[in-house]
């Protein structure tokens, strides 16, 4: 999984590409987190549009993401899943819990209004 991050007007976007299958790529993407997460950025948009698959490693460290942004009092949205994360999240109820954007717009004036 290649994970690219970039911080804009204190939103923590994360874009993820490939498989979220719980790797050592994983780790990583909790460590960068939990870095931005030291610095006081507790707004984040995690962009699934290019992430072919995911299992259940994958949704919990999606959980544990959305989990370190609410206990600081901030807020994670979920941007463009394709259809089928779509249908994964409907399934596991996750749908009630994260939020979703089509698009950066979207999410950022989300996080924006949530806090």
Do not use: W
């Amino acid at each position: 999984m290649k994970v690219e991050s970039n911080l804009q007007d204190n939103i923590l976007y994360v874009r993820l590409q490939g498989d979220l299958i719980g790797s050592p790529d994983s780790q990583h993407l909790l460590d960068l987190v939990n870095s931005k997460l030291n610095d006081s950025v507790i707004l984040c948009a995690v962009d699934l549009s290019k992430v072919r698959f995911i299992n259940s490693s994958g949704i919990g460290v999606l959980v544990s993401l959305l989990t370190k942004f609410r206990n600081r009092g901030g807020e994670l949205v979920l941007i463009n899943p394709s259809e089928h994360m779509r249908k994964l999240l409907i399934i596991t109820k996750l749908n009630a819990i994260f939020t979703v954007a089509e698009d950066d717009a979207f999410a950022a004036k989300f996080l924006k209004e949530s806090v």
